[in-house]
């Protein structure tokens, strides 16, 4: 029997003769709200059809409670699919919207009639159930979906980008609604997005995929503060990317070399002195300053703009060749400084995250 809830061991989807998914091994908790993440055609939907049973995997086996299911119909599995589409059928009410599932699979009515009142009640619209979907907001027919999809009780929610037809201010809200409903439910939660934010806000933990593989798993901060890989730690959030060499090294420390000047990196890798690596740090890690300052390690650039974007102001500065970097300053900087005036930045050491070319972090 498969430990948790989901069990995908060496998965693999192709379509043609490109791979969307490639042995693909992940276990997913009983109760986990997991999150697969990346970039468009990275195969994270390609996996959650797999699980739905919409897509039959090249190879690979697949458990639902310790249950084997890889030929087993879609309609049969112990999971249900919010999509981005409400898929809402526009003749019937609200009501019968999430009552649907309950009559194909002859329900009494008596239970059909307690099961949707209580679905509706979990996503605050018991009021509704007698209009229709074409007089609800996109928020209120995105509810009705997931209403629909969590009266069967299922075993996993699977929701395929369900927030995405949603504005900005709503999309946010619904967000947080989801992961208390989720905490409510106690059931298992496998979410896909391409939306960082939306991933770190939400999930217990995130998978991350690029070119039908898992980058990285973790909990959210672990994938911010501590990116196993360039990729990721260029995919989430934003962050400055720097490729140098290895100039000197200790026990401790290495000295690298970037744009013409020297940067202080953590030396837990053992590097060699001229080998090529990256370099990654945050933007809010970095200390901007209008003065040099002889104590502390200090890069020179030239300002090039200030982006204020309320909570924080971005400054975008160049080295001299040309190479940008973005850092998060206090306003007070461009009351004595302008575009074309010299800035110093720092940061301490152990806030960058460094890579070799064969791009694995070891951690």
């Not at 430990?3 to 998914?21: C, D, H």
């Not at 112990?78 to 409400?86: A, I, L």
């Not at 672990?222 to 090294?249: C, H, R, S």
């Amino acid at each position: 029997m498969a430990e948790g809830m989901v069990r995908l061991e060496n998965i693999s989807k192709k379509f043609a003769n490109t791979y969307a998914v490639k042995e693909l091994n992940l276990d997913i908790k009983t109760g986990e709200f997991l999150t697969l993440l990346g970039p468009s055609g990275c195969g994270k939907t390609s996996t959650l059809r797999v699980i739905a049973g919409f897509e039959k995997p090249t190879s690979g086996n697949i458990w639902i409670d310790g249950k084997k299911v890889d030929k087993i119909e879609p309609y049969n599995r112990e999971v249900n699919t919010v999509f981005q589409s409400y898929s809402l059928f526009p003749h019937m009410t609200v009501a019968d919207n999430v009552a649907f599932g309950l009559k194909m699979k002859k329900v009494s009515k008596q239970d059909i009639k307690n099961k949707v009142k209580e679905a509706l009640n979990l996503v605050q619209l018991e009021n509704f159930a007698a209009r229709k979907p074409k007089n609800l907001s996109g928020g209120q027919q995105q509810r009705i979906a997931i209403a629909r999809a969590i009266v069967n009780n299922p075993k996993v929610l699977l929701l395929d980008e369900p927030l995405g037809a949603l504005d900005l201010k709503l999309r946010k809200q619904m967000q947080l609604e989801l992961k208390q409903l989720q905490q409510e439910l106690g059931m298992t939660f496998i979410y896909v997005t391409h939306d960082q934010e939306e991933a770190l806000t939400m999930s217990d933990r995130i998978v991350i995929m690029n070119q039908g593989k898992i980058e990285q798993t973790g909990l959210p901060d672990e994938i911010y503060e501590k990116p196993a890989t360039k990729f990721v730690a260029d995919f989430i959030g934003e962050t400055n990317l720097f490729e140098g060499k290895v100039m000197q090294t200790n026990d401790t420390y290495a000295t690298m070399e970037c744009a013409g000047q020297y940067i202080i990196i953590p030396n837990n890798q053992n590097f060699l002195e001229n080998e090529s690596v990256y370099m990654s740090i945050r933007p809010e890690k970095i200390k901007v300053s209008a003065h040099a300052n002889d104590k502390v390690k200090q890069l020179k650039v030239i300002m090039k703009d200030e982006i204020y974007i309320g909570s924080v102001t971005k400054i975008i500065a160049a080295f001299p060749d040309g190479q940008e970097v973005v850092a998060h300053g206090s306003r007070d900087i461009f009351k004595r400084c302008s575009q074309g005036s010299q800035l110093y930045l720092s940061w301490e050491p152990a806030d960058s995250i460094v890579f070799k070319m064969k791009e694995k972090l070891e951690v």
